[in-house]
């Protein structure tokens, strides 16, 4: 029985995992191409949703299951980092929007 609910679990926490496709995004006065993307790790209470510039993990939120918007934000180089997530629902369904920010410049939007 322990077996069977530990699989399920592990199952649960494999297929809810989803990640964000790169986008580009060049920096003012930046003659580097950044590429950004991120993940959504859906939790038992907490969702984990992580921002990624260059491979590199620089700014980590939680959404609560009662929550429908979460902002927070991190550090790259010497860039400010600012992603705004939100649930949106369509036709297909509901998913995570974040819109991250470099420098209070709109970067990059990604969806869950």
Avoid at 42 to 55: A, F, H, K, M, Y
Wanted: with cysteine; hydrophobic share 40%; glycine share 8%.
């Amino acid at each position: 029985m322990k077996q069977l609910f530990f699989s399920i679990f592990v199952a649960f926490a494999v297929i809810g995992c989803s990640s964000a496709p790169i986008q580009t995004f060049r920096p003012s006065g930046n003659e580097e191409l950044w590429q950004i993307d991120g993940s959504y790790k859906p939790g038992l209470v907490d969702s984990e949703i992580s921002i990624r510039i260059n491979g590199m993990v620089v700014a980590v939120g939680k959404l609560s299951d009662f929550q429908n918007t979460v902002e927070f934000s991190g550090d790259y180089k010497t860039h400010k980092i600012n992603a705004s997530c939100s649930r949106v629902s369509d036709w297909s369904g509901s998913k995570i929007q974040c819109i991250v920010f470099v420098d209070n410049e709109r970067a990059a939007t990604l969806q869950f």
